[in-house]
């Protein structure tokens, strides 16, 4: 694996951007109410599964560290942390009902790549009810928020600045 220094370095180096959460209170208070909506009653392990592969995605390094983290003290098994980014080669790590809401993390998180494709969101259908996946769907949509948030405002990894998260 090769690493762009100059990206590491910039980011290292990089002026101070702006605190999310200060600078637009309100709509970081709308954002936390909005995720904690969607993830109210879903299993906390699914929660965590779904966050991680987003952010995978997304590159988001700030939030991959704090939901892997979060996921551990839940007692996710660390093998299954390890597993997440290639789910597709190692399914009997997961469910098929969490399998299904990875096809659909991936799908919504890369959307601009062709949609949500209509069996991916009939397999997670038919393992969510209409109220779960909608809630399912949700968390995706907050998920890549926050991860946009966090990328765009040069969060670090390793440091977990939530308040009410």
């Not at 637009?24 to 993830?39: T, V």
Request: hydrophobic content about 45%.
């Amino acid at each position: 694996m090769t690493h762009n220094t100059n990206a590491t370095q910039t980011a290292a180096t990089a002026a101070p951007r702006i605190n999310f959460a200060e600078a637009a209170p309100k709509a970081f208070k709308a954002l936390i109410g909005f995720d904690a909506a969607a993830r109210e009653g879903l299993d906390p392990a699914l929660v965590e599964l779904i966050q991680i592969r987003a952010s995978l995605l997304n590159g988001c390094a700030y939030c991959l560290h704090m939901h892997t983290s979060d996921a551990r003290k839940a007692g996710e098994d660390e093998a299954r942390l390890h597993m997440i980014g290639v789910w597709r080669e190692a399914r009997n790590f997961f469910t098929e009902k969490e399998q299904a809401a990875l096809a659909l993390t991936e799908a919504v998180t890369l959307v601009a790549q062709g949609g949500v494709p209509d069996d991916v969101y009939a397999e997670a259908a038919r393992h969510f009810d209409e109220p779960e996946l909608a809630r399912v769907l949700a968390l995706i949509f907050t998920i890549n928020t926050w991860n946009r948030i966090s990328l765009s405002t040069a969060k670090v990894a390793g440091e977990d600045e939530r308040v009410a998260h």
